[in-house]
């Protein structure tokens, strides 16, 4: 492997030129540094990122952690990020928590020792606090995205999780709905407390009551639902809800699969609406009435917002809220009451 002093030796300069055309600082003619990069090139050299960073104290390296890679979603705001973090001259370092509080704490153990300049931070929950405290007793930049921590006052990219499961839930009642049911996400995460509290606008705005007994909570994580629908769809016709709103795309999945696995149509006896669109999951992205956010732009803002903080420390924390799009699919279509049969005299 090609070290520093062998392209040294090769270009005819000091070890010390060489370190200047690497790390881009010091005062080198053109006619040299090209000579240098020339020999660098021939001999397939790559610098010793750490190294680097020791002289120019930055690592040109920025980190990444969702909470799932396997959801459409978070894959999209990933290729959002990437692309707007190698424009700027920047590589994306990506990792997956899978909403477990263990593994992102690991993960921001490898943030710390990587070095990195700066952090895009999808939290689990609001128990992510502490990690988040330990990157700012270490200086480290970061950007929020897609969720809140409470006690954290920080950049922050967000979509309009309210206002959107308010619309799908209007739509749904505008459709004949009465009896809808809401499949949320744990209480300890903010977009499953601002998507419940957008399905209680709806209701409440059209009169109609929230009961719980139609409310049902799950992690967002497809591999760790425990859905308990089984009381669900035993009621009789007449008591279970005529449409469901899933507050994501995961979910939405899950409850689509059991409905069908207990001979219960989507959407003839059951229709469906969630959060995100499901990409190409099942190819059944055209098919649901979604809440459709802007993921990769998500991945953009959060990038630009992150690097804007790496410059200016002292800035005002900025919040960016990206509405949702509603996209009308087949998974909703009108209620229309089950006919009582006529009684025989």
Known sequence: MATIYDIARLANVSAMTVSRVINNTGRVSEKTRVKV???MEEMHYIPNSVARCLVTQESKVLSLLITDITNPFF??????AEDAALKHGYRLMFGNSDENLLKER????MILSMRVDGVLFAPSNDMSFDHLQWLERQNVPFVLLDREVPGIVCDTVLGDSRAGAKQLVREMIRQGHTRIGLVNGLEHVSTARERRA??????REAGLPIDEKHIVTASYIKDKQDLILNEWFERAPEERPTAIFAANNMLALTVFREARERGLRVPEDMSIACFDDLGTVENMNSFYSVASQPAYDFGQIGIQLLLDRIRNRNQAPKLVKLPCEIK??????PYEPTPVAASSM
Do not use: C, F, M, P
């Open 106 to 109: 690991q993960y921001v153990e």
């Open 37 to 39: 990069k020339q020999v």
């Open 198 to 203: 957008g399905y209680e606008d709806a209701l």
């Open 328 to 333: 009308h699919g087949g998974s909703v279509i």
């Open 75 to 80: 894959t999209t705001i990933a290729r959002g």
